[in-house]
């Protein structure tokens, strides 16, 4: 039982490219949540998915897709990274309307 | 939305003593009300929760106590150890039986050997 995992843990991209993150949880949980942290912010949620087949925006959605085709797995993109975009982002995942299991996290660096 | 406020945000204890993290929040409809642990180069883990339909809640050395009046939780580590030392953060629900957790902004502990 892995929990929930990341992919990948760093990354450092150039302004203006692509890329996608995956978070995946073995835990049968309904919801899954993608947050962002930066100094002294604490955790902002950027998406969030409360089933297979649905996304909702959160507090900080602009600049970022998101896509749940599987149960087990919640995809961010990021079309067009911009400087702005360099964080660390989380992952977690619930059964319910409770507590929120997270995962290692993915450490990005836009240039 | 909900809005929740974490203090202070370093707080340094000798190793034995107590610590103590206040958190405020601002809907009064919020039901849970969750502390998480994140050690340096890790995801945040949750150490203790507390709901609104009880007023403490501990576990061995921590406990988190909830004023639904006053809308603030406070969470208090007792005997404190080096291995506590870490990021300590507070959220609050969005209203009652709502899965989003609004988060506040962080405590870092550090306990002095």
């Known amino acids: 039982n892995a929990g929930v995992t990341q992919t990948p843990k760093f990354r450092v991209l150039k302004t203006g490219q692509s890329m996608t993150l995956l978070c995946a949880q073995d835990?049968?949980?309904?919801?899954m949540y993608w947050y962002r942290q930066d100094p002294g912010m604490g955790l902002r949620l950027i998406h969030y998915?409360?089933?297979?087949?649905?996304?909702a925006k959160g507090e900080v959605p602009d600049g970022y897709n998101v896509s749940r085709l599987k149960k087990q797995n919640f995809l961010l993109g990021l079309e067009s990274a911009a400087p702005s975009q360099t964080s660390v982002y989380f992952c977690a995942s619930s059964s319910d309307t409770d507590t929120q299991y997270f995962g290692p996290g993915t450490r990005l660096t836009v240039l | 939305g909900e809005n929740v406020e974490q203090h202070p945000s370093t707080l340094s204890v000798q190793e034995g003593d107590s610590a103590v993290i206040k958190c405020t929040y601002s809907d009064s409809a919020s039901n849970y009300f969750p502390w998480y642990k994140q050690e340096l180069g890790k995801g945040p883990q949750l150490i203790i929760d507390i709901r609104s339909n009880v007023g403490e809640k501990k576990d061995q050395r921590i406990a988190v106590t909830l004023n639904k009046t006053a809308k603030h939780f406070s969470l208090h580590i007792t005997e404190t150890q080096p291995e506590d030392s870490a990021v300590y953060f507070c959220?609050?629900?969005?209203?009652?039986?709502?899965?989003?957790?609004?988060f506040g902004k962080g405590t870092k502990l550090s306990v002095i050997p």
């Open positions: 998915s409360v089933g297979e087949g649905t996304t």
């Open positions: 959220a609050a629900n969005s209203g009652a039986g709502s899965y989003q957790l609004t």
């Open positions: 835990m049968n949980h309904e919801y």
